[in-house]
């Protein structure tokens, strides 16, 4: 007759957070690094191509993923805050009569 087969089990790998994330200022992929301090509470994000440095607080439960998505969030804000007060002289819709009485 013969014996009988066991099943095999197959387990499905664990996904994981990346660690390392794409410039969003000069496109550069796999550029930027951010260093966690937990001991002073800080990020240091920074980006091995164009060499931009930001520092932000973090609390003890945010992981890397977190505090990149905090960071890209704030420069998405940033940008459009300028676009938002850009000179009146740029507009060419609006006449310079326009542009002094404003």
Same mark, same amino acid.
Request: charged letters at 40%; a positive charge; aromatic letters at 6%.
């Given at each position: 007759m013969g014996r009988k087969r066991k099943r095999i089990v197959r387990t499905k790998p664990i996904p994981t957070l990346p660690t390392v994330f794409d410039c969003p200022i000069c496109g550069t992929t796999n550029s930027i690094n951010i260093d966690i301090n937990r001991k002073i509470r800080t990020a240091v994000i920074f980006c091995g191509k164009c060499? &931009?440095?930001?520092?932000?607080? =973090?609390?003890? &439960?945010?992981?890397?993923?977190? =505090?990149?998505g905090d960071w890209l969030d704030q420069l998405v804000e940033e940008s459009e805050r300028r676009e938002s007060i850009a000179p009146l002289t740029e507009n060419p819709e609006i006449g310079e009569e326009e542009q002094i009485k404003e």
């Open positions: 060499k &931009i440095q930001a520092t932000r607080p =973090v609390r003890p &439960i945010e992981e890397k993923v977190d =505090v990149f």
